[in-house]
């Protein structure tokens, strides 16, 4: 074999790996959070909205969208005068989060919404209407079930991991067909070490968001009983 020949397939077989090394630094920078990054949005939400009057640099939704997801940051409000782009993580770039404030009326703060777990609770919805109706298993609340998900066809429970802890969270379906991440086991654990004012009948939900980068998304509200444990609110 010649030089050149010898040279035309390293060189090609560099290509090949630097493809394949691109992707995985990409998906690096598109899944992991930084606080560096959430800082940086913040000030261009900051200085938006000085400069605005106090209006807020975010999407238009209707008045019955989930409270975490209500208030998504529009980026093209902020970029570039802002802010030169969007974070990397962002899924306006590509990313897995969707950057979101919270808090709007008294102190607008950015979090993160973890959007990996929409393409689960889109399947399970899609099975569920296939069959008709939810395949309720045991009941939780006045209106809130686990699934039966051997009726679905699923071979083994879906889960999504949880931005708040790394544990692997379960869904619950409503009685009107509506799939929620079921959020009771980080509650759980964040009531026992955290010393919380909170009180029954009043939603939990923020003791979640304080002290982190994110919003329990797809959640339904939270409170405690009497023995200061997380149980779903009643609506």
Request: proline residues 8%.
């Amino acid at each position: 074999m010649n030089w050149k020949v010898i040279c035309t397939i390293l060189i090609f077989t560099t290509l090949i790996l630097s493809g394949c090394m691109y992707p995985k630094e990409k998906l690096a920078e598109n899944q992991i959070p930084y606080i560096d990054q959430i800082q940086a949005v913040q000030q261009a939400v900051n200085s938006f909205k000085e400069d605005n009057g106090g209006i807020l640099p975010i999407k238009t939704r209707d008045a019955v969208t989930p409270i975490y997801q209500k208030y998504p940051i529009d980026f093209k409000k902020i970029a570039p005068k802002y802010l030169a782009e969007p974070p990397g993580n962002a899924f306006e770039s590509g990313g897995i989060f969707q950057y979101v404030l919270v808090d709007v009326e008294t102190n607008p703060t950015v979090k993160l919404l973890d959007l990996r777990m929409v393409d689960t609770i889109r399947d399970i919805k899609l099975r569920i209407k296939s069959n008709g109706y939810p395949p309720y298993k045991d009941q939780l609340s006045d209106h809130v079930y686990t699934i039966d998900y051997n009726e679905l066809g699923y071979k083994q429970e879906p889960y999504v991991v949880s931005p708040f802890s790394n544990q692997n969270l379960p869904f619950v379906v409503t009685t009107d067909a509506e799939v929620y991440v079921d959020y009771r086991q980080d509650l759980f654990q964040l009531l026992k070490k955290a010393e919380k004012s909170v009180k029954p009948g009043e939603d939990i939900r923020n003791i979640l968001v304080e002290d982190s980068m994110f919003v329990p998304a797809y959640s339904l509200p939270y409170t405690i009983d009497e023995n200061n444990e997380p149980v779903f609110l009643k609506q």
